[in-house]
C-alpha cells in the first residue's frame, strides 16, 4: 500500500477470491465498493435482478462472460452500511475449482473494479468505523489459529475484549489528564488531593503490568511451543520422540550418529500446539553429513521454549552429558533420565527438573507432559494472545506512567500521561500510520 492509494481505498470496487485455490465444493469471490451493485447486474442473469434485492438477500442464477455462460451460483446482495467492510458487498458462490473462480474474477475485474490487495477488505472495515486496529488483526489471527483455543482466543479479541480493557485503561488515564489540568490551569477551584491522582496512575500502571503478565502464555497458545530434544548419542532421543508422537517417525538403530538432520512433530497439549524436534547428538564428527546436523541442532536449541535433555540413566554421566548441562544452563530444561525400565546406575547431580521415562515402554510419558503443561499454563497477567506490536506499545505505555509517578511537577507529569494515551490511539488505531497499516494488512492473504 503506497501512500498515494491510502486516500483512495475506499473508493475503488475492489474484488478476489475469498476461497483457498485448489478444488473444492465451492469457491466464494467477493466484490466491495459502490460499482458492486452494477457489476453483478452486468454479469448475472436470474429471475431477479441483484440491484432489486433488499440486503442480506440470495438469488440463484447464472454467470456471464458476455454471452459465454460461466457457472450456475448463488449471488449474495449486501448493502452498505451493514457490511463487513462498510460498503456495498456482492459474494458470488460457485462451484469450486481454479478454473471457474477466476473465469468469473476475471470476469468482474473487465468491468469497474481492480483486484484487491492483500487484506484490503478488512482494511477497508477499519477504516469505515466497523472495527478498530486490534479486532482487524484479530482477523488474522483466526485465520492462522492452529488449535482450538488458538482460534477462541482470537475470536474474543475480534469481539473486542481486549479493545474493551485497552479502551478502559485508556478512559482512566483520561480523567487523570482532566484533573490534573485542572489543579494546573485554575489551582484555585481544585478541590481534589493531588495525591488522589497518583494513586490513579499507579492502579492504571498495574492494569497495563496485568496485561503484559499474560504475554508469554499468549504467544505459546497463538504460535505453539518448540521442544528440541538434545543429548549425547544413544541415549534414546529418537525413540522418546516416537514415543511421544505415537509413531515411528525417526530412525531408531543402536548405531551412534543415526539422527542427522532435525526431525520435527506436532502434537496437541491441552490446546497447546506444541511441536517436538528430534535432534542429532552434539559430538566432534569429521562426517560432513553429521557435522551439518549438529550445526542444525544447536540451532534449535538456541530457539527452543523448552529443552528436554536426554540422559541414559542406566550409564553413568559421562563428560557429553556434563557439557550439555553447562550448556543449558540458562534455558528452561527438563531433564529426562530415559530408560527407567531398567537399573538406574547410580545418583546425579542435575540442576534442573528431572523426570524419569521409559520411552521403551512408554512409563511417566504423561508425567513428563504434566511438566511440559505447567510450564505453559504459568501466567501471572491475564491472557490475550497479544502481537510484538501491542506488547511494545504497551511497555511504552508501562515507561511514560513510570516517569509520571517520577516526575516532580506536574505539567512534566500531564505530559508522560498524555505520552501514555497517545500510544494507547495508536494500539486501538484511531491514531492511524501509514506504515503500520502496511505492515499489518500486507501479511493479510487477499480476499480476507
Known amino acids: 500500500m503506497r501512500g498515494e492509494d491510502f486516500g483512495i481505498l475506499t473508493m475503488d470496487t475492489i474484488a478476489a477470491i475469498s476461497t483457498p485455490p485448489g478444488e473444492g465444493g465451492i ?23 441483484p440491484s432489486k434485492l433488499e440486503s442480506h438477500r440470495v438469488i440463484h442464477g447464472e454467470i456471464y462472460d458476455g454471452d459465454n455462460l460461466i457457472d450456475e451460483v448463488l449471488l449474495t446482495v449486501m448493502r452498505s452500511p451493514h457490511t463487513y467492510t462498510g460498503e456495498d458487498v456482492i ?17 468482474i475485474l473487465n468491468g469497474d473494479a481492480r483486484l484487491a490487495r492483500p487484506g484490503e477488505f478488512t482494511l477497508r472495515a477499519f477504516l469505515h468505523g466497523k472495527i478498530d486496529l486490534i479486532q482487524a488483526e484479530a482477523v488474522e489471527d483466526i485465520v492462522n489459529a492452529r488449535t482450538l483455543m488458538a482460534q477462541r482466543y482470537a475470536i474474543s479479541s475480534l469481539k ?30 481544585a478541590t481534589e488531593d493531588g495525591t488522589d491522582i497518583y494513586a490513579d496512575i499507579r492502579d492504571t500502571k498495574a492494569e497495563v503490568e496485568t496485561l503484559l503478565g499474560g504475554t508469554r502464555c499468549g504467544r505459546f497458545i497463538r504460535n505453539g511451543i518448540t521442544i528440541p530434544i538434545v543429548g549425547r548419542t544413544n541415549v534414546g532421543k529418537s525413540s522418546l520422540f516416537n514415543r511421544i508422537l505415537e509413531e515411528e517417525r525417526a530412525i531408531v538403530t543402536p548405531i551412534p550418529g543415526t539422527t542427522r538432520d532435525v526431525v520435527e512433530g506436532t502434537v496437541e497439549i491441552d490446546g497447546i500446539s506444541v511441536t517436538f524436534m528430534d535432534t542429532c547428538g552434539v559430538r566432534s564428527s569429521r562426517d560432513q553429513i553429521e557435522a551439518e546436523g549438529i550445526s542444525r541442532a544447536k540451532k534449535v536449541i538456541s530457539d527452543g521454549d523448552v529443552i528436554l535433555l536426554v540422559i541414559d540413566q542406566s550409564q553413568p554421566l559421562n563428560d557429553e552429558d556434563r557439557a550439555f548441562i553447562d550448556l543449558l544452563r540458562h534455558k528452561y530444561v527438563i531433564a529426562v533420565l530415559n530408560k527407567c525400565d531398567i537399573e538406574r546406575n547410580g545418583e546425579y547431580e542435575i540442576p534442573f527438573e528431572e523426570v524419569s521415562v521409559s520411552a521403551k515402554t512408554g512409563e511417566n510419558i504423561e508425567r513428563l507432559f504434566d511438566m511440559i503443561r505447567n510450564e505453559f499454563s504459568q501466567s501471572s497477567g491475564d491472557i490475550f494472545m497479544l502481537k510484538e506490536r501491542h506488547i511494545n506499545i504497551l511497555n511504552r505505555v508501562r515507561e511514560s506512567l513510570e516517569d509520571a509517578l517520577r516526575s516532580n511537577t506536574l505539567e512534566l507529569t500531564v505530559y508522560d500521561v498524555k505520552s501514555a494515551i497517545e500510544s494507547l490511539e495508536e494500539m486501538t488505531g484511531e491514531i492511524k500510520r501509514e506504515d503500520v497499516l502496511e505492515s499489518i494488512f500486507s501479511q493479510f492473504c487477499i480476499g480476507k
Open 91 to 107: 459474494e458470488i458462490s460457485c462451484h469450486g475449482g481454479e478454473v471457474t473462480a477466476n473465469r468469473i474474477l476475471k470476469s
Open 160 to 189: 473486542g475484549e481486549l479493545s474493551e480493557r485497552i479502551n478502559g485503561i485508556k478512559e482512566s488515564l483520561k480523567r487523570v489528564e482532566t484533573l490534573m489540568e485542572a489543579f494546573i490551569n485554575f489551582p484555585e477551584d
Open 27 to 49: 469457491a466464494v469471490i467477493r466484490i466491495s465498493g459502490e460499482r458492486s451493485l452494477d457489476i453483478a447486474e452486468r454479469i448475472f442473469r436470474g429471475k431477479s435482478s
